[in-house]
Structures are given as structure tokens and as C-alpha cells.
């Protein structure tokens, strides 16, 4: 019973292999009536694509947005608006190679396991390039977001051992890495390179921060909004853990630390301190949503691994594709991406939690 | 829209709040033919409930099951198993004091924003009283699980500043904060008493580890088994944050580190090492299932602590009621619970991924 | 997988079998706010219930309601709301003896062939006794509705070979067949009697008109509001067919015929004719929606039938239970119920259809 | 909130405009290792396409599928499978003339209603063009449900006054308007030919039957076969009523007249006559599935109708698109597709209803 399809009221539906003809994504629920044009998509894109700097593998994908349906005359109709990205500079040769052969950290064996077979070409569905759809939904519910003035930013906080100590958001799409503090910005770049010319890669944190969002979304008690902000930021490739405000440090809080103390600021309800991340109970209490998620460092690196064929003999590999060094700067729009998409889904299904 | 259904072919939906008549669960999709009868389930409700020793609440819920329909003969009929909890130490006097303060780290005041207005008694349905009917369906899950030699073990790794460093499972039950590390435990235990001393709460961090859980299971590319079980936990009331595996750690390791290599063992795959926490791509390889969550510190504390009136009043408040210093004990069973009944639903998905 | 559940955002999910302690529904999604006591659900149940005239079945089951959870000071909290009536009638003794019998008409084999075994006292979950959670949750949606003003009336249009020819709503309730047109009405009924004298059983067809359904409900293309209809109708026990407006009459119509000419009506956009039977493209247009279903004549025949045992031997069967000789006149409840509880999720999900 | 997706485990979403890019289908479910290829569903298409014959309409479309995910090396791979049509003949020009105005018995007035405007070139998402991915969709079904030697024809049962009164399957597919019934069909198309000239349309019925399907498809209670064929037929354009077996016919038989007599057959258990049209309890028993289904006569006709504009103004209209005079043959493969999807969803959703 598959599982591509994301959201209950703002829902999306992704498919598409990584060296297939395309990549794409159905979304159903949006609004009839939203202004919508491809270049509101293709900008998120572009944040995601490859080759977009140094950093990022070099795989040229332009990944221009092809939207088929549910828009006319400039506004969204309230049907399924669907879009494609068609590939284009997948280079399938290599994979040829290694078919036989699972790459340690990867999901060839687990596919196999799984389906009986699999497209080995690049990842085939297990590639984080079926994150396109993904992105080009969420640039859509950005825009439905915007209308109520609740924005989603995502930013690198960390890359190996170097974590940004100040978050300025106008810094973030200035440097490379996406990270809200210069300083640490160049330490980071740095270090994904070093880690490039040892043939290895970097792991590392990505935040999102969401303002603007009302008190009240989320729906106990399993469609908490953490909840399924956990699992929209846990669906993304590479991702091995995730926190909402103070997270795992509050293990070593006491009761007294960690409570936010609510209090009025300009008539508004308040807290003292967002330890909490925004929500309680499961619901959202109006102040910032903080997430955190750990992405693990790229599998496929250009050192030789030990690892087994599809028949269980022993082998070795090395991955010589064109990989990111640290996926954590192209995963900030994937992660603002999958935020965005529960908050829109969210937002939409609260319309109907009271009697009006 | 409500959330209070988990799962899709074994499904669950919990009703019921904390000073109500009674707790319950539905549970659909359990295949017809499992022997089943209310001891299966008491068992793990006797690990929830109030009570049971000094460290946990001192309200005293006998937590007896009825099971009213499903079960024919002593066997699941294939039709929705209905159970139920009366409530009986429900004591709402005090919760009349305080119903127009908003708690500090409770959800009384996102409560009041989504619905307009809440069942002020004990939390009504935020309390953790909810997580009864989870346990209940829980056990039919483990019950299903163990025909096919999976299990589900969790544990107390963390209590504040403590944290076990073994890990024997014999030990767990033994004591009452659940560590598999005996020393450990005493000094979990002295701490807790400590804080409750003081008036105040304690965080920590709950493991759950599963055995024997077959390659396959996990839908891509948004069903992924650690995306769903990421929604499972932090479902939890409490739970701010999880890992699966490495977790957080691997933000600071290289991919030569991180990837787990794979080898033959006995005939069968599988890897040297488990940072994968037992998931790739989504999708579990046969290794062990390792899953942590972080459970704040409890909110309701016997400290004065200033927050506001419904009218936005300023006021103090001080939580008399009998609470858990820390829920991280009487965590265990919920979480194991939610690994379970996540395992449960995956293995029943994965019976279409292939043709036979 | 199982399938107990119905609806989207108002959702239902039943349980509970014939000769079980109880049978029960747990409802999910009704808004916040809504004044609700078990009187306002009773008096559906009542007319629902067994043993309320000569033209039922003599079983006397009181099928008092008990609300578990959702309510708070007389209002609903907006969290699930369970509902529960014991079992207090139930006589198994008789099904021992049929129990290795397939019943003709009956889920008997079905449920067999299904789950392996079956619970075979009163046709267990496949009972009509069932219903009894449908037309609990179908009171709450009348209430939901009515503040809409929306009006759900059903009523019995057919009974063997006589139709009602007349429809005074206010006749309905007046006769125990709960046939609009009073001299219809008497017919059905000594048709009833005669058929009950034979040991036999007649069918019916049962309609349902809703009134003050504003346009725009329903959700192109598959959950039009008549392919939702339709679904909620044909899960009745016993329904073999429905249709809406002129349905099957259609076929024989011209499209200058069957066209509803639209006109001006005190300034509201309707038709002259309703052919449509208030829908067009799936969506409600402002006109009375009109449903129609047909109930087959009750299989329980004190008549001897020839059937198999559960090993194929060859066996006579005569069913002395208490059984309607005609389920029409009970159906009535069920199909205003699940008329009711299709449009009060769609006018819930319809408030998400357009930007505001 | 969005209804564009139909299934649960074989799960369909279809997205697209008459006069857009293109229509489509995501194929969510599918087992992985069917052989798939496009000619496997262009055959459908092409039985289901505009301009086959004199009595369709004289649209040109070539309907050539093209997929574009979820296939690799020939097989299916378990992950979605992506197809569309690109749209080639539209010709949205004369539906300037009319987008003002709303046509009888279409979809302009309740789509303005709910969306606040509508694609009004072709009737946009309500057009019937929309039933491309659905036909798409069902031949992968079918080629899924051969495997298990089910079958699923559909026919012309009658047109207007015309209505087969024997049925030859290996005559459908011989004439024009798909009827079972050689002579009869000759007075079919005689009848469609008066009615165009005459500037009009006509109804029908369309009957479908699944011979093969195994006794334990279906889940009570809401998911019942006959209930999931419902709506899945009531989902098709102008469809206006259903049956399953003897349908409406119940209502005038008694109980010993419309009991299927259970017996051995081949040492398989049988019925003797098949009123039941092979679901009992909303479950499969192992009979031959019957379910018509009535469509009304083609909304757009070549007569002056009186209507009224957006402004609820008075006017006149009158249809000259290219459309079918009646669309009981085209409706024909369609129907086939929606009985091929609620079989094989059902089938794989019975994996589970039983330990193994």
C-alpha cells in the first residue's frame, strides 16, 4: 500500500524516478481563486536544483516547472493542479556499473527487499530528486501562507562541527551554505570542501522557523502539529532526527526552566521564552514554530567501501557520481517544503473545529 | 478536521478526557483468528497506569478493560475491537480553581483557541489519560508482531542529567523508572524524589528498540517507516523531539563513519554497525529498529509560577494536583505502544508490495 | 483493511455485533460548540428500534443511548464523541442451531469465506443492529444541519406492489410504515400482515428528501455528492439499488426532456423541473436532493428453503427468529441518517473550496 | 476538500481539464513485477475515445497515453506509476459565445457556486474528457485482476425504448453501440441517428459484469463491495442510478422469491438463480458481479433551451459542439475501469482480513 501521497485537505501526490523521464506532483485542495503563475514555483526550484554553486553536486538539472492543469486564466480552480519537471542530464551509465552491488548507506538493498527489484539508475524513487514535486507544491502553500501573513524561512544551523551562534535572516540566501550567520558560513564552506577532496561528506542540521502562525492548528491527539511536522520532516531523504523548540535538551530541564511563562505584549498572549517551539498539546500557541532536523552526511562518497553484491558476495565500492558534499543547504527548501505543506493543511483544516 | 485516528490497514481511534466517563480505543484492520482476551491487554495497562509506584502520580486508576466487541470465542472476528476504561479516581474539585488560568507548558490555552472553549478537568483530552486506549490497541499489536518473532522493548535511557550506559534488558522491569542499567536506575530514582522535593519536574529520554522486524516494511516516499514512526512518538503527550539510530550525532560524522557496511552474517545481510537505526530509505533492512524520544519535563509543578487569566489577567498559579515529577517511566509502555501499532500497520501494508 | 469507517471530516466509525455487549459509534469531526444531550439522539433511535409496531420485529431492545466522551457542560468539545447502547434483548439460543447452516440471503458464507469464521449469532456484525451507531452520529449531523436549515426527511414510497402516489411530510410519522400518502399507507400495511401470515417478506423503496442544501456541495470527480450518496445509501443492510432524481427513469428520456431548465425565483437561481434531483457535475444546485433506494424483502422466511451446511451437505432451513416481515419502514431512520451524516461532511469540507 | 483520488490500496488520482495541457492519472498501489507497457492501456483508450464512429462525437482526439513513472525494464516498480494525454483537438473557441451562460444540465451553475468561477472552455474539470486517466488506471487493474482470472465486461443494455434481451459477449465489441443483443443493437444506433437529426439525445443503461471474482471481497460496514461499486459508478458523468443483481425489481418479489438458494456445483458453492448479483453482507460470493447503471440523455443538444446568464438574466441557448448523442457506448470501457478498480482495491485490501 504506497505511500507518496501527503496532506488531508491540502494534499499532495508525488511521483517520478530520479533517471525516468520526470519527476512531478499532484495537488489537491488548494483553493479555487489563488493567483498562480509558474515563476511562483520555479524560484523554490532553483533553490533546490543541482549545480546551483560549489557546494552542490555537479549534475545540471534546469528544472524548469511544467504546469498542466487545475489553473486558469491566472488563478487556481480548486481541481488538482498538476505539474512535471521533466528530466534532462541524468547520466544513467555509471549506475550500470554497480546494479549488482548495494551502496552502504543507500536504499538499494532495502528496495530490493521491499519491491523484488529496483531502478538502480541514480536512486530511482529513493533519490532525493523526487523532491521536486515536493518543493513546487510547497512553493504554493507558501503562497497561500503569505495571505495570512505567516511566512516559513529555513536555514542551515549547523554543517559537521560548525554552528551558526547568531540567526540574521537576511544573511541566509547570501551565502552558499544558507547560513544566518556569515562567520560561521565561510568555516562551513570550507569544510564541506576539504571533505570533498578526502572523497567523503558532512552531515548537519537544518532549521525552520514559521512566524505569523495563529494559535490553535493541530488536531489532537495524533494529528498534533508537531506530530506531523515530525513526519513531514522525517519523510525528507538523509533525515535521522528531529526536535520542536528546545527539543532534546529539555531531558536535563527542570519543570520550572522549561515552562514558558505566559504573558500580554501589545494585547497579545504571550510567552516569555518559546522553549516549547510554538506549540503545546499538540496545537499551536501563536508564537514561532521552531524545527530542527538532522540530516546524516551523503551516503555516496569517492573512498572504497566495503559492502555485498545482490548475491551476498563480499565487494568493494565507490561511489564516483556527482554528489553534494553535505545535502544540508539544499535541503533548507525541502524542509521549508514539507513545513509549509502542514501548516497549509493544517490552516485549511481548522476551518471546521468550531461552530461560527 | 479531527486527528484522532492512527494508522491505515491496523487503525486505531481513542476517545475519551481525563475526568470523563471513560477512556477507549476502536481498533480496525486486525486480522480475523488472533486469540485474544482482556489479560493480553491488562498486562500492559498495569505498566501505564497511575500508581504503581513512588516515583509515578499517586491517583489511583484500577484501569480495568472491557473489551465489548471483535472477539468471538476468544478469537478476533476481523471486525472492529471496541475497549473501553471507566474512569473512577477522577477528581475534578480542584481543577474548578483554576479553570480561567491558563497552566504554564499545558495546552489549556491552545485548547481554548482552537475550540472556543475546553474541558477544564484534568486536561480533558490533552491529558495523558488518552493514552490508555493506545496502550490497549498496542498490546493486540505486539500480540500480532510476536507470530512473527518481532518485538518491541522500551526503556528509560535518560532521566535529567543520568543516562544509562548499559543496556540489559532483564533489568527493565525490575525497577521503577524502567532503565536497563541497575545502577543507573537508583540514581534516576534519587533524582526524581529530589524534584518532587523541591516541587518541581524532571525531563528524559525513552528508548525503544525492535527486534526481529523483517527487511521491507516502510512505504516511500512519505510513509516511510521512520517518518511514521517519528509521527507515532511525538505524538505522545510531552515528547519534543526524536532520533532514529544515529540521530543527532551524525550531523557530526563523515559518511565514511556514518554508512553502515554491509556483510554476510549466518547467511543473512547485514551490517556492522547500526547507525542506520535499523532504517534505509524509509525502509527497514532486518537490523534493529532504534528509536529515542525526549520527553519534557512534567509542566504541572507545586511551584508558584506567574502566567494569565482567560481575560489575559496577570495571576499566579501553583499546580497541587498528584502528577508524575517524571513521565519518562510511565512512558515506556506509550511508547512501545506507538512503535508497535506503527510496525503492525507497515507489516499488513507491505502484504501488496509485490506480486506472488 | 478493515472498512467501519465513513466520512472525511465529519467521520463515523461503528462497532459491535447482534448478540455482543453492545453496539457503538465513535464520531470524529463535529465542530466545537454544539449543544448536545442523549434526548436529541433518542428520539431517532426510537424510531429506529425493534418491537415499535405490528410491522417489526418483536426483539424489544430499549437501545438507550449512553454519550462516553465529547460533551462538556452539555456542549460538544469538538474532541471524538462516543456513544454506546448495550445489548439487552438478545436471545442466541436459536442460532446454535443453525449455526454450521448458510442462511439464503444472508452474509452467512460471505463472512466465512472472509474472515475464516464467523460470529453466527444474529448475523453478528453484519446485522442490521448495527445501524444503531449510524442513526446516533445521523442525529448529531440533523442538529449540525438544521442550523443551516437544512431538513432531512425520509419515508416509505413503496412496499411490494404499492407506491405512495402523494407525499404529505406531515403524514409520514403518523402511520407505522411511514408512508406519506395515508391511503397508501394502510395497504402496505395489510400487505405487511398477509406477507408475515405466509411466512414471507416483501421489499420497499425507501426515498430521502433534503431540503435547503445550498449549491456548491460535493467534491468533483470521485467524491461527487451522489457517488457519496450512493455509497452511504448502498452500505444499508439489505439495499440493492438507489438512484437520485429521475434516475433510472433517465433512460427513457430525451435530453430536451430531462434537461431542468433554469429560471428566476424570487430572486434564487432554480429549476423548473428537478430531474436532477438537486445535483448536476456532482454538486449540489439549490433544489431539493432527492434519493431513492430500494430494500430486497427481509431473508428470514419462516418458509422452509433449501440451502448447504458449512461442509456442502445438503440441508433444509427455516429461520423462526424475530424478524420484520418488510425492513422499509425501519429503514426510513438509517437512510435520513446516512443522507445526513454525506451532507454534513460535505458542507464541512466545502469550506475550504474557495479563498475568502 | 479535494475528491480527486478514488481507492485505498489500488488508489487513483486524476488531474486534468477538457481544454488544458493534457489529462492524467497517478496509480498509487500497484504491486511490484507486472508487465506493463503502453499498448496495454491504449487499447482501452481507444475504445473509450471521441470520433470512433458515427454515433460518438466527431471530436478528434488520438488519446495516446504516454507514462511516465513506475515502470522500469518493462515491469511495474511498485512506486507510482504517472500517465497522461496530452489534449490535442480542443477547440475552445465556440465556449466564448457561451461563458456567460449556464447550460441546462451541465455543471456551469454548480461550479460557479462552489469555486467562484469555472474553466468554462468544454466544461473544464466536469467534462467527461476527465475519464481518460480513469480508463488508463482501470487497464492496469484489469491486467492485475486476469492474473487472477477475473474478468470485467461492460455492455449497452439499452438505449431509449431499446433494451438487449439476450446477452452474447462476443458481440458487444461487434457494433457501434457495444450492445450484446446483434438485433437489437441495429434499432440502438437506428434510434441515436433519428435523435441527433432531431437535434436531441438519448438515455441508457449500461451493465457490468465481473465473472471469476472470488467469495470474501468487501469490508463491512461502510466498505462493502455493492456500497464501493456505488459510488464508483455514480462518479461517472451523467450517471444517475444504480443496481446490484435484481436491483429495484426486490421490491415487488417476497423473501422465497428472492433468496438465492445455496448449492453444490462442481463441489463448489453456488447459487441457483443470482438475484443477490453476487454480493451478500457487502461481501463477494463467488457469483458473477451484475451492477447497471443509468445515464441520462447528453445535456448539450442542438434545441433552443431556455436558461438564464450568470447575471440571472433570462436567455436562450443552444449547444453546437461536436458531442455524442447518447453516451452509453463510450460509457461503456468507462464503467468497465471503475468495476476493474473496486475489484482489485478490494482484492489486495483482503490480503490482511485473515492470519495466514
Known amino acids: 500500500m504506497s505511500g507518496s501521497t501527503y496532506g488531508k485537505v491540502f494534499k499532495i501526490t508525488t511521483w517520478g524516478e530520479s533517471h525516468g523521464d520526470g519527476v512531478g506532483v499532484v495537488v489537491e485542495g488548494c483553493p479555487a481563486g489563488l493567483p498562480l503563475k509558474e515563476s511562483d514555483i520555479q524560484k523554490d526550484l532553483d533553490r533546490r536544483r543541482t549545480g546551483q554553486s560549489k557546494v552542490t553536486t555537479t549534475r545540471k538539472e534546469g528544472d524548469k516547472i511544467i504546469i498542466m492543469s487545475g489553473v486558469f ?16 542530464d541524468a547520466d544513467s551509465s555509471k549506475y550500470e556499473l554497480i546494479k549488482h552491488l548495494y551502496r552502504p548507506g543507500h536504499a538499494d538493498y ?15 524513487r529513493s533519490s532525493a530528486r523526487e523532491t521536486v514535486g515536493r518543493v513546487a507544491a510547497g512553493a504554493i502553500a507558501k503562497k497561500l501562507l503569505a495571505r495570512d501573513k505567516i511566512t516559513v524561512t529555513g536555514f542551515t544551523r549547523q554543517i559537521g562541527h560548525y554552528s551558526a551562534t547568531t540567526v540574521n535572516f537576511k544573511e541566509i540566501e547570501k551565502n552558499i551554505v544558507r547560513c544566518p550567520d556569515a ?21 548537519g542540521v537544518v532549521e525552520v522557523i514559521a512566524r505569523g502562525v495563529p494559535a490553535g492548528l493541530g488536531e489532537p491527539v495524533f494529528d498534533r502539529l508537531d506530530a506531523d511536522l515530525a513526519k513531514a520532516v522525517m519523510s525528507i531523504p538523509a533525515v535521522k532526527g528531529m526536535e520542536i523548540g528546545a527539543g532534546f535538551q529539555t531531558a536535563t530541564m527542570t519543570g520550572s526552566e522549561c515552562n514558558d511563562v505566559l504573558v500580554m505584549k501589545n ?45 551476498g558476495k563480499k565487494a568493494e565500492i565507490r561511489v564516483e557520481g556527482r554528489h553534494d558534499p553535505c545535502v544540508a543547504p539544499r535541503a533548507v527548501p525541502i524542509a521549508e517544503a514539507m513545513v509549509a505543506l502542514t501548516l497549509i493543511d493544517h490552516l485549511l483544516r481548522n476551518k471546521t473545529s468550531q461552530l461560527t
Chains 1, 2, 3, 4 share one sequence.
Open 183 to 203: 562567520k560561521t558560513a565561510e568555516k562551513m564552506v570550507d569544510a564541506i570542501m576539504q571533505a570533498r577532496k578526502n572523497g567523503d561528506s558532512l552531515g
Open 110 to 124: 532495502t528496495y530490493d527487499m521491499k519491491f523484488g527489484f529496483r531502478d538502480y539508475r541514480g536512486g530511482g
Open 73 to 88: 486564466k491566472g488563478k487556481t480552480t480548486g481541481t488538482p493542479i498538476s505539474m512535471r519537471v521533466d528530466n534532462k
Open 267 to 311: 494585547k497579545k498572549v504571550t510567552t516569555q521564552t518559546n522553549n516549547a517551539g510554538g506549540i503545546l498539546g499538540g496545537i499551536s500557541n501563536g508564537m514561532d514554530i521552531v524545527v530542527k532536523l538532522v540530516v546524516k552526511p551523503t551516503s555516496s562518497i569517492n573512498k572504497a567501501q566495503e559492502t555485498i553484491t545482490q548475491k
